[in-house]
């Protein structure tokens, strides 16, 4: 068996260590220029010269070993616990060469934990930009380690870098400073009393409170004699220290690294002044948001055409094409229309991934969460929320997970309550093709009403999530130290590659995680369409034509009533019949009304549930957009989906909690049933009361 | 009067003389908010919160309540 060590990826936030990661192991975890993009513990395995085989771990970006949030306290605890499966046996700290000088804070605090370690200098591109040039030997004896200049964008050093991490046995695990110089007294009895102990990872320990394993800390906790320190007393001390470690650096750098200022250029300055000003930051924002929504109207309605007029010639094609039979017509009644249903959304999704990566990937973001930060602190957020609002759009799982950079739990725990409001793409379809029904196409000052229509949904979705925001804020009785810092990366040129790759990773998880349940639920839904119990059902053919007798109906005409006759009396017929009268003062019928309940499994399946609904039995080939289009109100007569309808169906779904994942991951970053719950029960009832309200108005 | 960053204008720069440790966050201490490095105001939002600063190299934004306790001389 060839042997396989652990090798773990630290640094600061937004150094490029997910790039490192993805350039050694081949994988491509997402990569985004904002701080706080990895926010677990992700892992690959990396080919090493001589046949040693290297088990990568990328974690989420940390500014120093003193962890203030819950990703930074991932990389503490794996460092700490030496039985961790994962626990490294190199360290390869990834630095941007640009902010050295804070990088190697961290480098220090790694080296005097004794873990073998590297130190890449990563963006190595950018130095001639900045001005900047290295005394890599210097750089390497001042620190006692070996260093690897690297470019992941470049695709320089990886090589020179693996050839480092397979010698790794020869690194040096001797700190380059001294740290319990701060304070000789109280580190020689610490030493006394803990001979066994690593003098640095006690003081990690009694400082913080992260959980390092049991033990340790019940030992440290049993010797009382050095608590002799007042917490304001250790801050003090923690101050000291690094203070310490800048004066090493400092006199490293100062030989080490030189800087010709009249060489660097800065983008930052001159965008910075635009971007982030205080009238035309907003603005620009603002005309962002816009185009971004024009624009998935405007470019997706040709693929999209395409897509719906293709499957249905593709259901078309199974039905002659095949031996007729119930698998037939459960491939071309079910399956196909089922699966078309979410197909049809491919480039619009597509559209509305890249627009999030590139904002992602500019550097754009953190100027968004300094613009927002004063106006979201009103509501008990933080400018931080924003990101996750707007990765909402995508979808409410990683932007959930995205709010583990929220220092402050309350801000975070509202943050993650109210994110669900956002409109996430599984929205998008439902809201799609209800606006294409109901909503006239003219044009406004150039902007289309549809388009219009789409962003005031959106905007309807922040303002829900703020409202509740605000009502969460005073109803929640949590005390918490807010604080705030977001650091300001470089502006950077979305890398073509980056935005390719997590579009097309991010559009294929979203056809597959949603195919599959459409997948289940269209079958399911097409037997329960296709049998029904008792007479009723079985000699429909003889009712009709009983019914109908003495007038001269065409057989086509016989046989759509014979399909809606046997749909109305199939087993999903009754059961939809049986919640119709809930559902009746909102304005659908219960076809919709089972769309709406196979939607709290994933709201994306509603158009794919109507499709298959609506193709059972009927014979003629149809786009699922006509065939809603034709749908008739059964007691009002005239079409099913009106203005009424159609506002009233996409206000019910602006706010409904319809989303199993969602409500999963909220239970696990708040560790409770209690969030999820109330989530499910308060944003589906005032779902409810909204869509009562609209449609009784309207209608 | 003590000044402190918040006292900053646009485009100026101070060198820091202390922070109270006890309103700082040590987060902040490592990003290299401490005694002796310079700070610049690059932006404002409105009401000058938060505020947008390059410390010692390094670019972030902090809320005014913050940059009341890091105390500076004005360059
Ligand atoms: N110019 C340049 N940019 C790079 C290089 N490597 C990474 N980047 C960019 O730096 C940004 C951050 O990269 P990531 O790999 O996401 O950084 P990270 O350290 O994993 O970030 P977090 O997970 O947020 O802590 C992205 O915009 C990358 O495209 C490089 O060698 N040169
Ligand atoms: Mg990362």
Redesign the pocket.
């Known amino acids: 068996m060839s042997k396989q060590i652990n090798v773990a990826l630290i640094?600061n936030?937004?150094?490029?260590?997910?790039?490192v990661f993805n350039a050694l192991t081949g994988l491509n975890q997402k990569?985004?220029?904002?701080?706080?993009?990895?926010v677990e513990k992700k892992e690959g395995i990396c080919k090493l010269p001589r046949g040693v085989k290297a088990h990568i771990i990328d974690l989420?970006?940390t500014y120093s070993l003193n962890a203030s949030s819950l990703d930074e306290n991932v990389v503490i605890e794996l460092l700490l616990n030496k039985n961790d499966k994962d626990f490294p046996d190199v360290a390869v700290v990834?630095s941007d060469v640009e902010n050295l000088k804070r990088n190697l804070l961290l480098f220090t605090q790694i080296k005097d934990l004794e873990i073998p370690a590297i130190l890449v200098i990563?963006?190595a591109?950018?130095m001639r930009y900045k001005g900047i040039s290295l005394d890599i030997p210097h750089l390497e004896e001042q620190l006692n380690t070996k260093i690897a200049l690297v470019?992941?964008?470049k695709k320089n050093g990886i090589v020179e870098l693996k050839e480092l991490i397979s010698n790794y046995k020869d690194l040096s695990t001797t700190p380059c400073m001294n740290a319990s110089e701060i304070d000789r007294e109280y580190f020689d009895n610490l030493r006394k009393a803990f001979p066994n102990q690593l003098l640095y990872k006690l003081w990690l320990v009694i400082t913080q409170d992260v959980n390092f394993g049991k033990t340790d800390r019940n030992e440290i906790d049993a010797v009382a004699n050095f608590k002799t320190k007042t917490k304001a007393d250790l801050k003090r001390l923690q101050q000291k220290e690094t203070i310490k470690r800048y004066q090493f650096i400092n006199n490293t750098l100062k030989k080490g690294q030189t800087i010709d200022l009249n060489t660097a250029k800065d983008l930052r300055i001159k965008l910075d002044r635009i971007l982030t000003h205080k009238v035309w930051g907003y603005v620009i924002f603002f005309v962002i948001l816009l185009t971004i929504f024009q624009a998935i109207y405007d470019w997706s309605s040709v693929p999209m055409d395409f897509i719906d007029s293709s499957f249905v010639s593709l259901s078309e094609w199974t039905k002659n094409g095949l031996p007729e039979g119930a698998f037939t017509s459960l491939l071309a009644e079910g399956i196909i229309p089922g699966l078309g249903g979410i197909v049809i959304f491919i480039p619009q999704i597509a559209f509305l991934f890249l627009f999030i990566s590139v904002l992602e990937?500019s550097g754009y973001m953190s100027r968004v969460v300094f613009l927002m930060d004063r106006g979201m602190r009103r509501f008990g957020l933080s400018g931080k929320s924003i990101v996750p609002l707007i990765s909402g759009t995508a979808c409410a799982i990683p932007a959930i997970m995205a709010t583990r950079n929220i220092e402050n739990w309350k801000e975070r725990l509202i943050t993650i309550l109210v994110t669900p409001f956002t409109t996430c793409s599984a929205r998008l379809p439902v809201y799609l093709i209800i606006i294409s029904l109901v909503i006239p196409e003219g044009r406004f000052l150039g902007l289309g009403y549809q388009a219009m229509t789409l962003m005031l949904l959106y905007l309807i979705g922040f303002g829900a999530a703020l409202v509740s925001a605000m009502i969460l804020n005073k109803i929640l009785k949590i005390k918490s130290k807010t604080f705030f810092v977001v650091e300001m990366p470089n502006y950077?040129l979305p890398?073509f590659k980056?935005v390719v790759l997590t579009v097309i990773e991010k559009t294929k998880a979203f056809v597959f995680g949603a195919g599959k349940i459409i997948l289940a639920i269209s079958i399911i839904l097409w037997f329960l369409a296709s049998y029904g119990p008792g007479d009723d059902f079985n000699k429909a053919e003889e009712i009709i034509s009983t019914e109908y007798a003495n007038q001269n109906l065409t057989e086509d005409e016989v046989n759509e009533h014979v399909a809606s006759y046997k749909l109305e009396h199939s087993f999903l017929g009754i059961t939809g019949r049986a919640i119709e009268p809930a559902i009746r003062p909102l304005g659908y019928d219960w076809k919709i009304g089972i769309a709406l309940v196979s939607s709290f499994a994933a709201r994306e399946v509603f158009v794919g549930t109507l499709a298959t609904i609506y193709s059972v039995g009927s014979d003629d080939e149809e786009t699922i957009k006509n065939r809603m289009a034709g749908e008739v109100n059964p007691i009002l007569g005239g079409p099913l989906f009106t203005f009424a309808s159609g506002i009233s169906l996409l206000l019910f779904y602006a706010f409904a909690m319809q989303c199993m994942s969602t409500l999963a991951i909220v239970q696990r970053e708040t560790n409770s049933w209690k969030w999820p719950i109330l989530q499910l029960v308060i944003m589906s009832g005032f779902a409810y009361l909204i869509a009562l309200i609209a449609f009784q108005l309207l209608k | 009067m003590q000044l402190t960053v918040a006292h900053l204008k646009r485009g100026q720069r101070g060198i820091i003389t202390d922070v109270s440790s006890i309103y700082i966050p040590l987060k902040l201490l490592e990003m290299g908010c401490l005694p002796g490095n310079y700070v610049e105001l690059v932006q404002v939002a409105h009401f000058s919160d938060p505020m947008y600063l390059n410390i010692n190299g390094t670019h972030l934004a902090i809320r005014k309540e913050t940059a009341l306790h890091i105390f500076i001389e004005i360059l």
């Open positions: 640094g936030p937004n150094t490029g260590k997910t790039s990569v985004g220029n904002y701080p706080g993009i990895t989420p970006g990834v990563n963006m591109d950018r470019s992941t964008r990937e950077k890398l980056n």
